[in-house]
């Protein structure tokens, strides 16, 4: 933690270099600060994806559908969904592929049933639903 508060303190120091290189001194002074974001660690995206599955969790509900998830169905779609570049972007099209696109066939082709309590889970890097 405390190495990458250094990491971002040197990239301001450096963009803020790089801003008195190439823009004048009166514009300048009129930025007031900058603000420098850091990417997000993996737990950080893991508590995103529980999050978003909370959300999906409770639409499905709305519809009928009693959805859960594991422990290892996080971990799987928040490796799958963390990109240090693009922070929790990625996480929203993970959970949209792996678990709802695959859900809705899976209901529809009859391999869950939706009137028993449906469970996200995970081997390796691979979604899969039980009930």
Same mark, same amino acid.
């Given at each position: 933690?405390?190495? /990458? !508060? !250094?990491?971002?303190?040197?990239?301001?120091?450096? @963009?803020?270099?790089?801003?008195?290189?190439?823009? %004048?001194?009166?514009?300048?002074? /009129?930025?007031?600060?900058?603000?420098?974001? +850091?990417?997000?660690?993996? !737990?950080?995206? +893991?508590?995103?994806? /529980?999050?978003? $599955?909370?959300?999906?969790?409770?639409? $499905? +509900?709305?519809n009928g559908v009693a959805l859960e998830y594991t422990d290892e169905a996080v971990r799987s779609i928040s490796e799958a969904g963390y990109d240090?570049?693009? &922070? +929790?972007?990625?996480?929203?099209?993970?959970?949209?592929?792996? @678990?709802?696109?695959? $859900?809705?066939?899976?209901?529809?082709? &009859?391999?869950?049933?939706?009137?028993?309590?449906?469970?996200?889970?995970?081997?390796? !890097?691979?979604?899969?639903? %039980?009930?």
């Open positions: 933690e405390r190495n /990458r !508060e !250094e990491i971002v303190e040197n990239t301001k120091n450096l @963009v803020m270099n790089m801003l008195k290189q190439t823009i %004048r001194p009166e514009f300048l002074n /009129r930025i007031d600060d900058i603000i420098m974001f +850091a990417p997000l660690k993996q !737990e950080e995206i +893991a508590q995103i994806v /529980r999050i978003q $599955l909370n959300s999906v969790k409770k639409m $499905l +509900a709305e240090p570049e693009f &922070g +929790a972007r990625p996480v929203k099209r993970v959970i949209q592929r792996k @678990v709802l696109n695959q $859900l809705s066939k899976d209901i529809l082709s &009859g391999k869950v049933d939706n009137s028993r309590p449906i469970v996200v889970d995970a081997i390796d !890097e691979n979604v899969y639903f %039980r009930n």
